[in-house]
């Protein structure tokens, strides 16, 4: 099951997706939206992609769907780290965000990723409006 984890201290969400049972999607939607709860609106994540073999279309699934999710929850920014040395699991994430919701950026490793985030001063707010 992919592996969430949160840093209070940074307002950051860890994410690392491995190979996964579909079985598990309960759980791991579950784990989402505590650890987003725990956070503050506009906080960033920190998402790695760490499968064996090939990438497939529910790995892309579970990408965006992930995204979508955290989108919902007030996240303000997302960062990519690509496997090692694949040139290719950053080209299909470049293309499959051709417009996110939030701004997302992809990284060639943890460090890269991290400077990145602690970079990024957060303009994500939420707005109400009531009517009378």
């Not at 079985?23 to 506009?42: D, F, K, P, W």
Request: glycine letters at 4%; hydrophobic letters at 40%; one cysteine or more.
């Amino acid at each position: 099951m992919p592996d969430v984890k949160v840093s209070a201290s940074k307002n950051r969400l860890y994410i690392t997706l491995e190979d996964w049972d579909p079985t598990h999607m309960l759980a791991y939607v579950q784990n989402i939206e505590s650890a987003c709860r725990v956070l503050s609106s506009g906080f960033s994540c920190l998402m790695v992609l760490r499968k064996n073999g090939l990438i497939r279309q529910k790995d892309k699934d579970l990408l965006f769907s992930t995204t979508d999710l955290i989108s919902a929850y007030g996240a303000g920014k997302i960062v990519y780290v690509k496997k090692p040395n694949d040139t290719v699991s950053a080209s299909w994430l470049s293309q499959f965000y051709i417009q996110p919701f939030i701004p997302v950026e992809i990284a060639s490793n943890m460090e890269e990723a991290e400077s990145i985030l602690n970079c990024w001063k957060s303009t994500f707010r939420f707005s109400k409006v009531f009517s009378a």
